[in-house]
Each structure stands twice: as C-alpha cells, then as structure tokens.
C-alpha cells in the first residue's frame, strides 16, 4: 500500500536501524562536547513524544555540573551496593563486575522528569489510569534515544539511583519525579548486542514466545506466527553467553 505519508524504503530502513541499533551505553563514552545545535535536535525529537491529554509532563535538565555529577555518582554508588545484596555467589561477583553508569564519563547528564500535576487535577485520558503521564514521559524518553543513535550519540539509564535522594540533588519542585537520568555523548563503538546479553546475564527472549491472541491463552493468528518465523535476527548476543562483559570492575543494567 501507498500512501502520501509512506516512507522511502531508505527511509524505513535507517528508522529500523535506530531502533535495532540502540544500546544503553555505559564504557564507550568519548569526551568530545555535543555541539548545541544537534542537543537541541534531540530535545525537540523529545519534546514530540506523544502524551495522553496532550499533557507533555517532562522537563530537561542539562547537568554538566562535575560538582552534582559527582553526587549522583555517590547516589549511585550506594544504590549500587544495596542492589548488590540481591546476588550471591558466582551471581554477586559477575554482577559487580559489570559496568552500569557512566555519569563521570560521559560529557553530559541529563534528566527527564515528570510534572505529576501538569495539566491540572483532571487530564483527558487520565482517569482510569493515572500513571499515563509517567508513560508519556517514558515515550519522550526513547524519542531521544533513538534520535541520539541516528545522530551517532549514545545514551545510557541510570536506574540504579534513589529517586527521592536524586531530586533532592537536582531540587526539584514537589510534584516532579525525575524519571530518567542519562549519560549522553559520542562514543568510540556501538556494540554489536546488549551488554548484558553479551555478559550473559539475560538475553532477548523469543517474539514468538511472546505473541496471544484475543486472550491470554489463545495462539496468535498463523499467519503472524510463521511472519515472525521468518524475520532475520538482529543483535544476537556472541556465540558464548558466558563471555564477561568487556568492561569489569565496575558497576548498571540495559534498561528497557
């Protein structure tokens, strides 16, 4: 089908690209500064997420900060360690092993948040599920980042952090959660999979096992089926799934 909307196959494939491309990047942060002009690109990708109500709940914050870049990092760290308890054994030690933020490394932070009380009391949408502005923000979120991957930049969550102790940190105003915190900047490679599929911690799970239909327990359609049986693959981890991350001795996760 065409249409006047439709995108050149050109078009389509670097979409796709950005999409299968993207990594949560921690250890190939580079120090070249992100000039203004392609920062201001991503904030405007951003800032056309789509939101229920129309509400557009998030802010930027551009911490270049070393002084506050430091204290997240400290927020982090202890963050880090508490998260580390969870793990025992061989577990624990793979997991303190692995690189989860690069705060200090990466040119710029920056923080997403959400205004739990833009749009005032009652939002078009809203009612019978409250959190949409949360969801709304999350979409503004991968708007960056997939427009970050396409401009060449990485970007990396760091979800590993207190979010009561990192708006005190950034002082925000009550009502406003700061949703994601990221290290943003160009990098010296995109890895070819996830790290922590690359570290063997977890890897991408089967479409196929993850397909219903009109309920929990009913197949999806046949035709659906055998389509995603013939899709290519795309970031498959290497062939070891017990390869060590590449970066050690330092701590975070591939966020969704």
Known sequence: ?????????????????????????RSQFLPDPVP?????????AAHHAPSVGFMQPWDFLLIESRETRRAVKTLFDAANAQAARHYAAEQGERYRRLKLEGILDSPLNLCITCDRNRGGPHVLGRDSMFDTDLFSTCLAVQNLWLAARAEGLGVGWVSIVDPAALAGVLALPDGVYPLAYLCVGYV??????????????????????????????QDAPAALQQAVGRLPAVDDPTDDPTTECPVANSPADESP
Do not use: C, K
Request: glycine letters at 8%; a negative charge.
């Open 1 to 25: 089908m065409n249409g006047t909307g439709d995108f050149s196959p050109a078009e389509r494939e670097g979409l796709y690209r950005a999409i299968f491309e993207r990594r949560d990047v």
């Open 36 to 44: 203004a002009e392609v920062l201001a690109r991503l904030l405007q």
């Open 188 to 217: 010296s490679e995109f890895l070819p999979a996830p790290e922590l599929a690359a570290a063997g911690w977890r890897q991408r799970l089967p479409l196929a096992q993850l397909l219903h239909g009109d309920s929990w327990h």
